[in-house]
């Protein structure tokens, strides 16, 4: 008797037991929701960086007067330069889902230059130097992954030339420094390797024309001739950036 009293006992409690973890299971839901992925790589912000390249340059000039205005227009003729650039830039980003916005500038310096004869007085030579360029620019890019940027840029570009036309034999006859405004479009690509760290390459293309031209000046101060040009420059460039995030990891949506 006591062992068939036992046993009923014991057996109501697990009956007990397993009714309350059922009901408890039913309250429970049938899949948990899934944390959602967040990405170590955030565009928003902004950045700091240096770069290094090369640069080319196409330049046409045309005499549009002497100092007293007698002399005639004449062709100067085409120059086409290369040489290495380097400098750096800053900006900041603004990432939406797959789009990344932003602006920025950039500035660099180096020795572009050559030396042609004159088209329409060639006992005359004429030698150009750029060297400076600096560019105000936007940027619309599309993220191909979390760290990898494609991109579109343009905006204004400035650039600084200097330029001499050297009589016969190679002396100096006249010279001038000077700056000139500009637009520039490019495309580029950057890889954000670490959440601080990218790498980029980029190509530009920029169009100047000097509508005003430029008064140039004789080696004992006197007043020379007055002359126009018409310039493109072209640049690849590669660089590194740090980038000084706003907010935190974003949530990925690739």
Same mark, same amino acid.
């Given at each position: 008797?006591?062992?068939?009293?036992?046993?009923?006992?014991?057996?109501?409690?697990?009956?007990?037991?397993?009714?309350?973890?059922?009901?408890?299971?039913?309250?429970?839901?049938?899949?948990?929701?899934?944390?959602?992925?967040?990405?170590?790589?955030?565009?928003t912000?902004?950045?700091?960086?240096?770069?290094?390249?090369?640069?080319?340059?196409?330049?046409?000039?045309?005499?549009?007067? &002497?100092?007293?205005?007698?002399a005639a227009?004449?062709?100067?003729?085409?120059?086409n &330069?290369?040489g *290495? #650039?380097?400098g750096?830039?800053?900006?900041? &980003?603004f990432?939406?889902?797959?789009?990344v *916005?932003?602006?920025?500038?950039?500035?660099?310096?180096?020795?572009?230059?050559?030396?042609?004869?004159?088209t329409?007085?060639?006992?005359?030579s004429?030698?150009?130097?750029?060297?400076? #360029?600096y560019?105000a620019?936007?940027? #619309?890019?599309?993220?191909?992954?979390?760290?990898?940027?494609?991109?579109?840029?343009?905006?204004?570009?400035? #650039?600084k030339?200097?330029?001499?036309?050297?009589?016969?034999?190679?002396?100096?006859?006249?010279?001038?420094?000077?700056?000139?405004?500009?637009?520039?479009?490019?495309?580029?690509?950057?890889?954000? *390797?670490?959440?601080?760290?990218?790498?980029?390459?980029?190509?530009?293309?920029?169009? *100047?024309?000097?509508?005003?031209?430029?008064?140039?000046?004789?080696? &004992?101060?006197?007043?020379?001739?007055?002359?126009?040009?018409?310039?493109?420059?072209?640049?690849?460039?590669?660089?590194?950036?740090?980038?000084?995030?706003?907010d935190?990891?974003?949530?990925?949506?690739?």
């Open positions: 008797m006591y062992a068939r009293l036992k046993s009923a006992l014991v057996a109501g409690m697990l009956l007990g037991l397993g009714t309350t973890v059922t009901a408890n299971a039913a309250d429970l839901p049938l899949k948990a929701r899934p944390m959602p992925a967040v990405s170590l790589y955030n565009w912000g902004c950045y700091l960086g240096a770069n290094v390249g090369g640069g080319w340059t196409r330049l046409d000039t045309q005499r549009i007067s &002497d100092a007293t205005g007698a227009p004449a062709n100067y003729g085409r120059e &330069d290369s *290495f #650039i380097g750096g830039q800053v900006g900041c &980003d990432q939406t889902g797959n789009l *916005f932003g602006f920025g500038g950039s500035f660099d310096f180096g020795n572009i230059k050559g030396r042609h004869a004159l329409d007085f060639p006992t005359f004429e030698a150009n130097n750029l060297k400076e #360029i560019t620019t936007g940027r #619309i890019g599309y993220l191909w992954a979390p760290q990898f940027l494609g991109y579109l840029k343009g905006g204004a570009a400035y #650039i030339n200097r330029n001499q036309v050297f009589a016969p034999g190679g002396g100096l006859f006249e010279s001038a420094s000077f700056y000139q405004p500009g637009i520039t479009a490019g495309i580029g690509a950057e890889w954000m *390797f670490a959440p601080n760290w990218s790498v980029f390459a980029e190509y530009d293309y920029m169009w *100047f024309h000097d509508d005003n031209a430029q008064s140039f000046t004789l080696p &004992d101060g006197g007043a020379g001739e007055v002359i126009g040009s018409q310039q493109r420059v072209q640049t690849v460039l590669v660089g590194v950036n740090y980038k000084l995030h706003w935190g990891p974003v949530v990925a949506k690739y």
